[in-house]
């Protein structure tokens, strides 16, 4: 009794009545059942690994993992487990030596397949809510009737309600292939309230035409209604994840376009080597990866928050080379511009392939940009993806307030509008281009570090985004910051729907004429300037 009250002061509930229930059936472990797991056809050991796997001896679990682990042997017809240099008996866990002519047990993908099911079957009785969750999952995808009675103990025994629901809903997809008409009818009703993929692929195999699939008309009834009842949910996911991906789509171009709408936007500079100081972040990135691997790897998934000041002075400190050198002597002619950032475009791939390397280099995500958050069953939302959504909102967040509210702002503002006035006022007009040029550089730099993170790092990495970002600034009106945003998450949205319908080339083509007709009709872009300034 106070044992009893110890466990459920512990809430290990679960556990104690899956032992209560699995203590009257329990067999022991034998010598016999564990050369049947290990030795014979695939056939026969997959038999053996489902039928032991229910006994209810707990040392089938750590016999399982060591099939699993390669560390059984066979001789004799007895069964050795290697624990370090020690060999023991698999069936009593004493200790044994091993026959000199002990064959290693091999285990095709088939039976590593058994062995993880017998597993996560196993794992149903844990006390941990998580991981007798994380079994659940792992079981649906392969129902199997042989894991039905202990499956039904699991469920009888659960008190968590995701996990009862998904141990129904694995029940009811061992169920559907069941010779019993009304258990098929039972489990087509239970698996028309599933949200899971997998599910709907186990309904679409049973709706094939017979012999292969369900044959009784009224089952066949049932399951088509569990299918278009599933679809329903899923096509939400899948909205969402169209939408997600649209508005993550659009941050990426939201970060590319901002340096371009200052570059272009505010100082009227078609900078086609705009993609080239992205991806110049991009490397940027990648060195610094490299050098936090190898100088610093306890802090390796730090090297993020070192990577985006650096990619952002690594492109400024090129962009403001590239204004000193070259556009400065080309202010009001766009034409001779166009054709000499072009040409700086070419010799940029060109050194970076000389240094790097033509090929894509790796850039590893930091293990807190690793993974994602799953909303739906088939909705997960990544994380590397939120991250850039909410770095490309800080971004225009900090870009806003700088032109707005600091003196450098100030004078930019005053340079594009009015350049012999601000000259008049005192204003350095050379030094402010130069800055002006160089943060929009930076900002391209910040672009590709975030790039670097979602997608290849190699020397042609700006040439896919150059296109889109000129685009997006013409589209939200040029020098409108605000306009951009709302530009580039248009774009990104529209494009990702029309991709699931046409397909990603006549995307493209469709969002290119969507716009050339809105410019036809509305040449100065969403948001046109007003007042004084224009």
């Given at each position: 009794?106070?044992?009893?009250?110890?466990?459920?002061?512990?809430?290990?509930?679960?556990?104690?009545?899956?032992?209560?229930?699995?203590?009257?059936?329990?067999?022991?472990?034998?010598?016999?059942?564990?050369?049947?797991?290990?030795?014979?056809?695939?056939?026969?050991?997959?038999?053996?690994?489902?039928?032991?796997?229910?006994?209810?001896?707990?040392?089938?679990?750590?016999?399982?993992?060591?099939?699993?682990?390669?560390?059984?042997?066979?001789?004799?017809?007895?069964?050795?487990?290697?624990?370090?240099?020690?060999?023991?008996d698999a069936a009593t866990g004493?200790?044994?030596?091993?026959?000199?002519?002990?064959?290693?047990?091999?285990?095709?993908?088939?039976?590593?397949?058994?062995?993880?099911?017998?597993?996560?079957?196993?794992?149903?009785?844990?006390?941990?809510?998580?991981?007798?969750?994380?079994?659940?999952?792992?079981?649906?995808?392969?129902?199997?009737?042989?894991?039905?009675?202990?499956?039904?103990?699991?469920?009888?025994?659960?008190?968590?309600?995701?996990?009862?629901?998904?141990?129904?809903?694995?029940?009811?997809?061992?169920?559907?292939?069941?010779?019993?008409?009304?258990?098929?009818?039972?489990?087509?009703?239970?698996?028309?309230?599933?949200?899971?993929?997998?599910?709907?692929?186990?309904?679409?195999?049973?709706?094939?035409?017979?012999?292969?699939?369900?044959?009784?008309?009224?089952?066949?009834?049932?399951?088509?209604?569990?299918?278009?009842?599933?679809?329903?949910?899923?096509?939400?996911?899948?909205?969402?994840?169209?939408?997600?991906?649209?508005i993550s789509l659009g941050s990426?171009?939201?970060?590319?376009?901002?340096?371009?709408?200052?570059?272009?936007?505010?100082?009227?500079?078609?900078?086609?080597?705009?993609?080239?100081?992205?991806?110049?972040?991009?490397?940027?990135?990648?060195?610094?990866?490299?050098?936090?691997?190898?100088?610093?790897?306890?802090?390796?998934?730090?090297?993020?928050?070192?990577?985006?000041?650096?990619?952002?002075?690594?492109?400024?400190?090129?962009?403001?080379?590239?204004?000193?050198?070259?556009?400065?002597?080309?202010?009001?002619?766009?034409?001779?511009?166009?054709?000499?950032?072009?040409?700086?475009?070419?010799?940029?791939?060109?050194?970076?392939?000389?240094?790097?390397?033509?090929?894509?280099?790796?850039?590893?995500?930091?293990?807190?940009?690793?993974?994602?958050?799953?909303?739906?069953?088939?909705?997960?939302?990544?994380?590397?993806?939120?991250?850039?959504?909410?770095?490309?909102?800080?971004?225009?967040?900090?870009?806003?307030?700088?032109?707005?509210?600091?003196?450098?702002?100030?004078?930019?503002?005053?340079?594009?509008?009015?350049?012999?006035?601000?000259?008049?006022?005192?204003?350095?007009?050379?030094?402010?281009?130069?800055?002006?040029?160089?943060?929009?550089?930076?900002?391209?730099?910040?672009?590709?570090?975030?790039?670097?993170?979602?997608?290849?790092?190699?020397?042609?990495?700006?040439?896919?985004?150059?296109?889109?970002?000129?685009?997006?600034?013409?589209?939200?009106?040029?020098?409108?910051?605000?306009?951009?945003?709302?530009?580039?998450?248009?774009?990104?949205?529209?494009?990702?729907?029309?991709?699931?319908?046409?397909?990603?080339?006549?995307?493209?083509?469709?969002?290119?004429?969507?716009?050339?007709?809105?410019?036809?009709?509305?040449?100065?872009?969403?948001?046109?300037?007003?007042?004084?300034?224009?």
């Open positions: 009794m106070i044992l009893l009250r110890l466990l459920l002061r512990l809430r290990a509930l679960p556990c104690l009545l899956a032992l209560l229930t699995l203590a009257g059936g329990a067999r022991a472990f034998t010598a016999a059942d564990a050369l049947a797991m290990a030795d014979g056809d695939t056939d026969d050991r997959a038999a053996a690994i489902a039928r032991v796997a229910t006994s209810g001896d707990p040392k089938v679990p750590a016999f399982l993992q060591s099939l699993l682990d390669g560390e059984v042997r066979v001789a004799g017809g007895k069964v050795y487990v290697l624990q370090g240099e020690q060999a023991v004493a200790a044994a030596t091993l026959p000199a002519d002990a064959e290693d047990v091999v285990n095709s993908n088939r039976i590593r397949r058994e062995i993880g099911a017998a597993l996560s079957t196993l794992r149903l009785m844990s006390a941990d809510v998580a991981e007798r969750a994380a079994a659940a999952k792992a079981l649906k995808d392969e129902p199997d009737e042989s894991r039905l009675p202990i499956i039904e103990k699991a469920l009888a025994a659960e008190t968590d309600a995701k996990v009862k629901a998904d141990l129904e809903v694995l029940r009811g997809a061992i169920l559907v292939t069941s010779q019993d008409k009304a258990k098929r009818l039972a489990a087509a009703a239970s698996l028309a309230g599933s949200s899971e993929p997998s599910i709907k692929s186990l309904l679409v195999e049973r709706l094939r035409p017979a012999p292969d699939g369900e044959a009784d008309a009224e089952v066949r009834s049932a399951l088509q209604t569990a299918l278009r009842d599933l679809e329903s949910r899923l096509a939400w996911g899948e909205r969402l994840g169209v939408l997600f991906t649209g990426i171009l939201v970060l590319v376009a901002l340096g371009l709408a200052i570059t272009y936007g505010l100082m009227g500079v078609i900078n086609m080597a705009h993609g080239e100081l992205m991806m110049i972040g991009a490397y940027a990135t990648y060195v610094v990866q490299n050098l936090f691997r190898t100088h610093f790897p306890g802090a390796f998934d730090a090297y993020v928050l070192v990577a985006i000041p650096c990619s952002f002075l690594a492109a400024a400190l090129v962009g403001a080379v590239l204004e000193r050198g070259v556009i400065r002597w080309l202010y009001g002619r766009p034409l001779e511009t166009l054709l000499a950032t072009w040409g700086i475009s070419l010799v940029l791939m060109q050194s970076v392939r000389s240094l790097f390397g033509a090929q894509n280099v790796p850039v590893e995500n930091p293990s807190w940009l690793s993974g994602g958050v799953q909303v739906l069953s088939n909705l997960t939302l990544p994380f590397n993806r939120l991250a850039i959504i909410v770095f490309a909102c800080a971004v225009f967040l900090g870009i806003v307030f700088m032109v707005t509210r600091t003196r450098l702002g100030l004078f930019v503002r005053g340079v594009t509008q009015n350049r012999r006035m601000a000259a008049c006022m005192g204003v350095n007009t050379a030094r402010v281009d130069t800055y002006a040029f160089a943060l929009g550089s930076g900002i391209a730099g910040l672009a590709g570090c975030a790039l670097s993170q979602v997608g290849n790092v190699g020397p042609d990495l700006g040439q896919a985004y150059i296109v889109d970002s000129f685009m997006v600034v013409v589209l939200g009106g040029v020098g409108q910051l605000i306009g951009t945003v709302y530009a580039a998450l248009g774009l990104g949205v529209i494009n990702k729907f029309l991709e699931g319908w046409t397909g990603a080339v006549l995307a493209k083509i469709f969002v290119l004429v969507l716009i050339v007709v809105f410019i036809q009709k509305r040449p100065q872009g969403l948001f046109a300037i007003k007042g004084r300034e224009a």
